[in-house]
């Protein structure tokens, strides 16, 4: 076969996108109270459900979350994924685990690196604390916790968090 009629597989096609938006009333007051080490979720005026991030209205009732809670930095892992694969864009060392953690005060899990536990030893219902960065740091940002790491607690039954998935 000729040079010429060798299929081209893949190309590589870098891409890159940034975005700039007003993140609105609901994420300004969130986006504020990290800048104070402050965790303030919504709670639903229907269901009762605590939104963290708050987003200003709830998923499941469509009805506003006006009410603000403040939440705690400690929380449950409802799920989790060990990242074993290199990405380009990632620069944790290899293999780090990624945990769905449900904050004690909310109902809605967020995904956030866990860090100095040993990947084999992290479990479904385990007690996690965020991590925060240093005060000289702190902006209004969500990335303000550097990353959760495991609270010497027992674990949490399954049963306790299994409507927060
Ligand atoms: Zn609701």
Redesign the pocket.
């Known amino acids: 076969m000729s040079e010429e009629q060798k299929t081209v597989k893949a190309i590589d096609g870098p891409t890159r996108l940034e975005y700039r938006y007003s993140p609105g009333r609901a994420s300004t007051r969130f986006l504020r109270g990290m800048e104070q080490k402050k965790i303030l979720g919504q709670k ?6 605590v939104y963290v991030p708050p987003r200003g209205a ?6 506003p ?1 006006e009410e603000e809670v403040e939440v705690q930095d400690t929380g449950t892992i409802v799920t989790f994924t060990i990242v074993r694969v290199p990405s380009q864009n990632i620069e944790i060392e290899l293999p780090y685990c990624a945990a769905s953690i449900l904050l004690d005060g909310a109902d809605i899990p967020f995904t956030a690196l866990l860090r100095d536990v040993p990947v084999e030893t992290v479990r479904l219902g385990m007690r996690v604390q965020g991590v925060w960065k240093p005060d000289a740091e702190l902006g209004p940002s969500f990335d303000n916790i550097d990353h959760f790491t495991a609270l010497d607690e027992p674990d949490v039954p399954f049963e306790k968090f299994q409507e927060h998935l």
């Open positions: 639903c005026v229907g269901c009762g459900r709830c998923a499941r009732c469509g009805l979350t």
